[in-house]
């Protein structure tokens, strides 16, 4: 166990303001992020996304048609020239180490590269994480055997393409002590859900609200609110003393947006990097797929003809592991069985036999038999559809069996009888439901 009493500190660190550092270039930034160590918070629960997190944790969550949701935040990480990753997991975390272990473990050894798996292990006591600040404490000395200049700490349970490298340089040269990425979200749908910022006209934060039920809007924006993206550069030193003086404090929640930064604001330089096109500084693309009617409309959103997130993007590709699966078939051509997919995504392995897809999204290896009708609809992998069988408006889990004939997202009475329906009318179908009495 940790001695924190005895610890010793360089009382010399500087919380001041430090003058600006050379402009930016493409070396510069480089080695800016090779010196970075990035953590990532995988071990939420996900409770909002209710019975399709039963068995997994948020960031195992498939997304995409291929993809893992936390394939994105390591994709970014790799990316952006960060190549030291350490991935911190606690709930129902199998699918999320395997997952890992067979993806991402391409990395050299030999040249300081690595995606670690790091399971919870009540390394300062006989608690499991307490919080994000804590997660981050009881894994103090793994992070600091790297030695890494700066930490990036991030969530990893967000839907988004982003090159860190930059919020980096920019942490570097405002001579901040703290810097928080930002994103503009409606009033509405901040409320008790994101952490919510004020900030100087140059982008120094002078408050800082953990999920507040009425948030601030910002200046000359009414309804919009400043919300914590849950990604935080920290220079190393800096976060130690922090944590440590954190896990001392009896009344703390022991939390990022609770109580680490919103304690900084008062004494040190806490900055806010918003995420915007550099050039038009419009609004990048980020989501939090925390509901399942979030997670519905953000999987829906790729069958579009020219989604806001762009995954064949080749200059930032979305990095993942999957098994090798044939090509996607369709099969029958009669007018009653006709094998046919109309502005939807299909994964490899999926045989559409004499049914028809509309505006939907299908993960690898789901089967669908003749005369069955998909619309507006998310299949996760292995699932598979009975004959004549209608799936509107629903998100059917993980290697569910639907039998010939069943109707989901017809009658919303029968629906919520045996499955989840959200307030938006998204059904929610899963293995342990189909098998229910």
Not at 157 to 177: F, L, R, S, T
Request: charged content about 25%; aromatic content about 8%.
């Amino acid at each position: 166990m940790r001695d924190i009493v005895s610890r010793k500190f360089d009382r010399s660190l500087s919380l001041s303001p430090k003058p600006p550092a050379r402009a930016s270039s493409g070396r510069y930034v480089s080695r800016l992020t090779s010196g970075t160590l990035a953590v990532i918070m995988a071990g939420g629960r996900g409770e909002r996304l209710k019975e399709l997190t039963a068995h997994r944790c948020k960031p195992a969550t498939p997304f995409g048609g291929k993809f893992r949701i936390i394939d994105f935040v390591l994709s970014n990480c790799v990316n952006s020239g960060i190549r030291q990753i350490s991935v911190l997991t606690q709930y129902k975390a199998q699918s999320l180490i395997q997952h890992v272990q067979r993806g991402w473990g391409y990395l050299r050894g030999e040249f300081g590269e690595f995606v670690e798996v790091v399971p919870a292990q009540q390394q300062t006591g006989e608690h499991w994480y307490l919080g994000t600040a804590d997660a981050v404490y009881q894994n103090l000395d793994l992070i600091l055997s790297h030695r890494p200049k700066h930490v990036l700490v991030l969530a990893g349970d967000h839907i988004y393409k982003m090159d860190y490298g930059p919020m980096i340089a920019y942490h570097v040269e405002k001579g901040a002590d703290i810097t928080v990425g930002v994103v503009e979200v409606p009033c509405a749908e901040a409320r008790r859900a994101f952490g919510v910022m004020t900030t100087t006209e140059w982008n120094r934060i002078t408050r800082f609200a953990e999920k507040p039920d009425e948030p601030d809007s910002m200046p000359g924006k009414p309804g919009v609110a400043l919300a914590s993206m849950g990604i935080y550069v920290f220079n190393t030193r800096l976060l130690e003393k922090l944590l440590l003086e954190d896990a001392m404090d009896p009344e703390s929640a022991h939390d990022f947006g609770r109580n680490i930064v919103p304690k900084a604001i008062e004494a040190m330089q806490v900055f806010a990097y918003p995420f915007q096109d550099v050039k038009t500084r419009a609004q990048n693309y980020w989501r939090d797929v925390g509901t399942l009617d979030a997670y519905f409309e953000a999987n829906l959103e790729l069958v579009h003809v020219n989604p806001e997130l762009n995954i064949y993007d080749e200059e930032w590709p979305i990095w993942t592991y999957q098994v090798q699966q044939p090509p996607a078939k369709f099969v029958l051509d009669e007018d009653t069985r006709r094998g046919m997919a109309i502005n939807s995504v299909v994964s490899g392995g999926c045989i559409v036999s004499g049914a028809v897809v509309r505006n939907s999204l299908l993960f690898s290896n789901v089967r669908i038999d003749e005369r069955s009708r998909i619309e507006r609809a998310v299949l996760l992998p292995s699932v598979h559809v009975g004959k004549g069988c209608t799936v509107i408006n629903a998100i059917i889990d993980e290697g569910c069996e639907i039998p010939d004939g069943t109707k989901i997202g017809v009658d919303p009475a029968a629906d919520r009888a045996r499955f989840n329906v959200t307030d938006k009318g998204v059904v929610l179908v899963t293995a342990d439901m189909l098998r229910a009495p």
